[in-house]
């Protein structure tokens, strides 16, 4: 309760706030909008002061004499015409310049949501759900402008009620005050709606992005929700919050159906009022039936603007709260910094040096502790652990998708902090233990549109063993590969994934598990061709293993335990020298390695 409190009262000065970054951002078109808000709301009055002129000079004139005169009639219609296209042409202006606004401010805010994206480390991503930060680019950015759209009808008719109140007084002083009495009725009516509207506007808009963390989550766990048969389970949740949407929805709908007739009403109970005063004063001759005409007209016109910028008002909850939730995007901390080292443009293996390398997720459980690894140009190391020693976390390292808590990753002799900017991806290349394929074409997910040749990615295909299977598809390199590559099996999946880095021609390979979807007599082969020649040159290459077939084709073994490498060699020198790596690797070969090997779960084998 608290806090609904607090939000009731900064939610209207936090949404103006809103709208001034807008109005900041787009100073000339919010200008030409507003002065056609302007044109159209001084028109509007003019409207009325039209019509009184012609209730005065010409219908009552009419009817006393019987006859109207040709030369007032066409007064009378340039008037009306004259007021209807300027008052056009200033709606015209209105709308346009809010519309730009509008989406110029959702277009500008969107790419700055995903340029941030872009740009955090990936520990950040890990601490948001992807429903989350898609609820975040897309509905709380479209929320957080949509009060700037009528801002500028907003501003005109608020030009629009001080004439039209004005005028009132100047047609009719004890008229006007007993119209505008409706005015603090008007006022209180909108300030109890925001009362109660802007708790449950700001409810809903948050459980929306819920609604949309949630379809994400049961999406892209589809094969788990399936497999496992928790489709009624999923469902249950996914009701529960949608039904919550709809009731704080639907509690919301109620107190604006309460709250829109009201002050549709107010308006017209002051002109009824008005009107009966005015019988009044014009029989006692204290005032002209044309000045009668006015104010009641200027009463109903006064009610517009009450309208508008209530109007205005109810978006603001919905904004603010949009605003918000983008802003915390904007505003997050974490962006990688670069420096400006190159590496050097040779095409041999790179080196990689690790020194007294310690990470955690958070500070009570490290994960790796005072690592020290070396692989030297065109060397092959095994990466050896079990479950949970960190192997796919010190892939992210190498990579750069983290940083270190303490100690540094070299790459032929600099730190990977120095290098500048898309520096480590033209030498490194991860292959990770899921292969992530596009709805494209082969070649697409290949290239992922990058200029290669043909001949090129046929290289590639070859050495992961892959161009077999892609000659035989329907079109070659051109066969679209569904989403996420469902037409595939997991063996293909990981040999194009792999394809997707070779054809990168790395000077550093990773694979974590990369292979694993792949049958041994195949990965064997995939592996002897990458130690013989990547495209020529002979590339380094970290492999995290299981397999003692995979082990044993690696020139040194580095076997991970609790998050220290505690024992280095050779596969045949660690089996006689470390029981617990010849228990693990035995353990492999017997148990299988999805009770013991991977770091998360694979995908299925080849078809």
Do not use: C
């Not at 919010?30 to 209730?55: E, I, N, Q």
């Not at 397999?547 to 220290?564: C, F, M, P, Q």
């Amino acid at each position: 309760m608290a806090e609904d409190a607090e939000l009731r009262g900064t939610t209207t000065l936090d949404g103006f706030r809103v709208l001034w970054v807008g109005i900041k951002r787009e100073p000339i078109v919010f200008t030409v909008a507003t002065l056609g808000a302007v044109l159209f709301g001084v028109l509007t009055v003019a409207d009325a002061w039209v019509l009184g002129w012609s209730t005065q000079h010409v219908l009552i004139p009419a009817f006393e004499t019987g006859e109207i005169g040709t030369d007032l009639l066409v007064w009378v219609f340039v008037l009306f015409m004259s007021v209807a296209i300027l008052r056009a042409i200033g709606i015209v202006a209105r709308r346009l310049g809010g519309g730009i606004m509008y989406y110029r401010m959702q277009s500008h805010t969107r790419r700055g949501v995903t340029r941030q994206y872009l740009s955090l480390p990936m520990e950040w991503h890990q601490r948001h759900p992807t429903g989350q930060l898609l609820s975040n680019a897309y509905s709380d950015v479209e929320a957080a402008w949509s009060p700037i759209m009528p801002l500028p009808m907003a501003l005109g008719t608020i030009v629009m009620m001080v004439i039209a109140v004005v005028q009132m007084f100047v047609a009719d002083l004890v008229m006007a005050v007993v119209g505008l009495l409706v005015f603090p009725a008007v006022v209180v009516a909108n300030l109890l709606y925001q009362r109660y509207a802007s708790p449950l506007m700001t409810r809903a808009q948050g459980l929306r992005a819920e609604v949309s963390e949630i379809a994400h989550e049961s999406f892209d766990g589809a094969m788990v929700v399936k497999t496992l048969g928790r489709e009624v389970e999923e469902t249950d949740r996914f009701r529960a919050k949608a039904h919550e949407l709809r009731d704080v929805n639907i509690r919301a709908g109620r107190i604006r159906a309460i709250f829109d007739p009201a002050l549709a009403s107010l308006p017209s109970l002051g002109v009824l009022v008005v009107l009966a005063v005015g019988v009044s004063r014009v029989s006692s001759g204290s005032t002209s039936a044309g000045d009668v005409v006015t104010v009641a007209y200027l009463l109903t016109i006064v009610s517009f603007p009450i309208r508008a910028i209530g109007w205005l008002l109810g978006e603001f909850p919905r904004s603010v709260v949009g605003y918000r939730r983008a802003k915390a995007v904007l505003d997050a901390t974490g962006a990688m910094p670069y420096g400006a080292d190159e590496l050097p443009r040779t095409d041999g293996g790179a080196l990689v040096q690790v020194d007294g390398l310690h990470y955690a997720y958070d500070a009570s459980t490290p994960l790796l502790q005072g690592i020290d690894l070396e692989v030297q140009p065109g060397q092959t190391v095994a990466l050896v652990g079990a479950t949970a020693s960190g192997k796919s976390t010190l892939t992210s390292l190498l990579t750069r998708l983290v940083d270190p808590d303490d100690g540094r990753v070299r790459i032929d002799g600099h730190d990977l902090r120095t290098l500048r900017k898309g520096e480590l991806p033209r030498d490194v290349a991860l292959v990770p233990q899921t292969a992530f394929m596009f709805d494209d074409t082969v070649r697409g997910n290949v290239t992922l549109g990058a200029d290669v040749p043909d001949e090129e990615v046929w290289g590639a295909l070859r050495t992961a063993q892959a161009d077999g299977f892609v000659a035989a598809l329907p079109e070659g390199l051109d066969t679209r590969l569904g989403e996420r590559g469902t037409s595939l099996s997991g063996g293909q999946r990981q040999r194009l994934s792999l394809a997707r880095a070779l054809v990168r021609r790395p000077r550093l390979l990773i694979l974590d598990d990369a292979t694993s979807a792949v049958d041994p007599e195949v990965e064997a082969r995939i592996l002897a061709s990458l130690r013989d020649d990547v495209h020529g040159s002979a590339a380094s290459l970290l492999v995290v293993a299981y397999r003692k077939a995979t082990i044993s084709l690696a020139d040194e073994v580095a076997h991970l335990e609790g998050g220290r490498i505690v024992g280095r060699g050779t596969h045949a020198e660690l089996l006689e020298t470390s029981p617990a790596y010849a228990h693990l690797v035995n353990a492999y070969e017997t148990e299988g390695p999805a009770e013991v090997g991977s770091d998360t779960g694979r995908t299925g084998g080849e078809r």
